[in-house]
């Protein structure tokens, strides 16, 4: 069955750099999409980043395409969320979830924070000093 892996998280001083991890099995993976997602403490879900891995194209949210960036590796099975000068605003669950591609997926999926098939269960980013 399809299962998602996130990790990487952990507490982050602001300014500071992370890396998180979402190992895919169970499924195909260039017939997906990837995307993650997040989830602060007492709000809604937002949609981060998005990658189709028939072509690697990405979506990614307005508010973090310039400190946040999606990437795939195909042999490892594994999609990355690099994340640059984190601030306590970025506090929150991070999720991968995963959905057979569609047009305009990646898009819709990031833009309502949902529509997707499959989650991981999350890893915890805590940006503190």
């Known amino acids: 069955q399809v299962q998602l892996v996130e990790s990487g998280g952990g507490l982050v001083q602001p300014g500071g750099s992370l890396r998180l991890s979402c190992a895919a099995s169970?499924?195909?993976?260039?017939?997906?999409?990837i995307g993650w997602f997040r989830q602060a403490p007492g709000k809604a879900r937002e949609g981060v980043s998005c990658?189709?891995?028939?072509?690697?194209?990405?979506f990614s949210r307005d508010s973090m395409k310039d400190r946040f960036y999606i990437s795939r590796d195909q042999v490892k099975s594994t999609v990355y969320l690099q994340m640059y000068r984190l601030t306590p605003e970025d506090t929150g669950v991070y999720y991968c979830?995963?959905?057979?591609?569609?047009?305009?997926?990646?898009?819709?999926?990031?833009?309502?924070?949902?529509?997707?098939?499959?989650w991981g269960k999350g890893t915890l980013v805590t940006v503190s000093s």
């Open positions: 990658i189709s891995l028939n072509d690697n194209t990405t």
């Open positions: 979830a995963t959905s057979p591609n569609a047009p305009g997926l990646c898009r819709i999926a990031t833009m309502i924070a949902g529509g997707m098939a499959s």
């Open positions: 169970g499924f195909t993976m260039n017939d997906n999409v």
